[in-house]
């Protein structure tokens, strides 16, 4: 049906044209990422309802019939058919998959516990084998599949390879690998420094620091939610919110210029978006207070470099308080407050290193939302010390 679809979907497809547009909206970051992360919340929320398999069935049958209309939109035919993006395409799908998969063991796990029965994991009702020889004849069938799908893929499609590099020519967009996309989305919001060195820093040292600073002894050896929901819900939305949909807005949504486009819009290269992005501290001392940047007190120009710093932090010290205050006070206010449990059996370090994690994850979307509805650019821009917040 699908091949029918695509023989017939000519110009903008079977799907009508204000569908589109309101699709190619929607897909705008400011409108698509608020909306899926009231998606994920009401997906935990509701974990024990849409993982049913007739719901979950539904839902897929729905998103395959819309993604085969879609097909016959020639412009969005020629983003998902390029050869580095199918993969990519196979990745959402997987990812779908076993965000489901685990969820749904997840939910039978939690209802067998609340009847006192336990997990399927600690009863013999799960089917256990040996590693030799049923784990590994079945691994070994399943790297022949991937082979043999492998080796078809290399057929089939050809490889995304391009001209030599020639620095009077270069492709627009230029994109990184996908594994790296969500890093080049990040510096539309963040300087190189932090976008590519500090925060995927702190994703490796969290991701290393958790099963230390974990103090839940639940949930080990089986599926739960109900038992680790924090820990769970903490992960999936870095993983899913602040990953996997910057590796999909940038492959997809990103086109000539790095300008948004619609997965229906044509990727024209003579786009112009206005922006009109301005510092914190522009918005403060200009455009609130109506006067100049301020000078150091006692700063002169006999001074020199002293005065010129002075300058640089009176500049920006709202920019410097706000972000002081950002890391200082949500710590000893959670502790008191809704995470007090959370304190009183993890200690001072342990917890104090969890939030500063959460903080610096939360980074992101907060500076993603003052960009999109104050056109702040930076809280803090010192580039005469290339330190840009």
């Known amino acids: 049906m699908l091949s ?6 000519h110009g903008g497809g079977l799907i009508p044209a204000p569908v589109r547009s309101a699709i190619d909206r929607l897909c705008d970051p400011q409108y698509f990422l608020p909306l899926f992360f009231v998606a994920f919340v009401a997906g935990l929320v509701f974990y024990r309802k849409w993982t049913q398999p007739k719901v979950a069935g539904g839902i897929a049958l729905a998103a395959l019939a819309g993604f085969g209309l879609a097909l016959t939109n020639h412009n969005f035919l020629e983003i998902v058919e390029r050869p580095d993006n199918i993969p990519i395409v ?15 063991l997840a939910a039978v796990n939690d209802e067998r516990i ?36 492998l080796v078809v893929w290399a057929i ?26 969500g890093l080049q989305e990040m510096l539309v919001y963040y300087d190189p420094w932090l976008a590519g060195v500090v925060l995927p820093g702190l994703i490796i040292v969290g991701l290393c620091a958790a099963p230390y600073i974990d103090f839940n002894p639940k949930g080990n050896g089986y599926y739960t939610f109900k038992e680790r929901r924090f820990a769970i819900s903490a992960f999936l939305f870095g993983f899913l919110n602040l990953w996997v949909v910057m590796v999909l807005i940038g492959t997809f949504l990103r ?34 207070l109506k006067t100049g940047f301020p000078a150091w007190f006692g700063a002169s120009p006999a001074n020199g470099s002293l005065a ?17 205050l950002y890391l200082a ?27 500063f994690l959460m903080l610096s994850m939360m980074c992101l979307p907060i500076k993603m ?21």
Request: glycine share 8%.
């Open 255 to 288: 086109g000539p210029n790095w300008n948004v486009f619609g997965p229906f819009e044509k990727w024209d290269v003579h786009k112009v978006v206005v922006l009109n992005n301005v510092n914190l501290s522009e918005g403060f001392w200009i455009g609130w």
């Open 4 to 9: 029918l679809l695509l023989a017939e979907g």
């Open 329 to 355: 006070v949500p710590p000893p206010v959670l502790a008191s407050t809704v995470m007090k449990g959370f304190y009183k059996r993890m200690g001072f370090i342990r917890f104090n290193l969890l939030v």
């Open 369 to 389: 939302i003052l960009r999109w509805t104050l056109n702040l650019k930076y809280l803090v821009a010192m580039p005469e010390w290339f330190l840009n917040i």
């Open 114 to 149: 609340e009847k006192g029965e336990g997990p399927i994991e600690k009863t013999g009702s799960n089917d256990r084998v040996l590693v030799w020889p049923d784990l590994v004849f079945s691994e070994f069938i399943a790297l022949i599949l991937c082979t043999v799908l």
């Open 90 to 104: 196979g990745m959402l799908g997987l990812v779908a998959f076993f965000t489901w998969y685990s969820l749904r």
């Open 156 to 181: 089939a499609v050809k490889a995304p390879l391009e001209d030599p590099a020639n620095p009077f020519k270069t492709p627009n967009p230029s994109k990184a690998p996908w594994y790296f996309l």
């Open 308 to 324: 010129q710093a002075g300058n640089v932090i009176a500049r920006e010290l709202p920019g410097l308080v706000l972000v002081l």
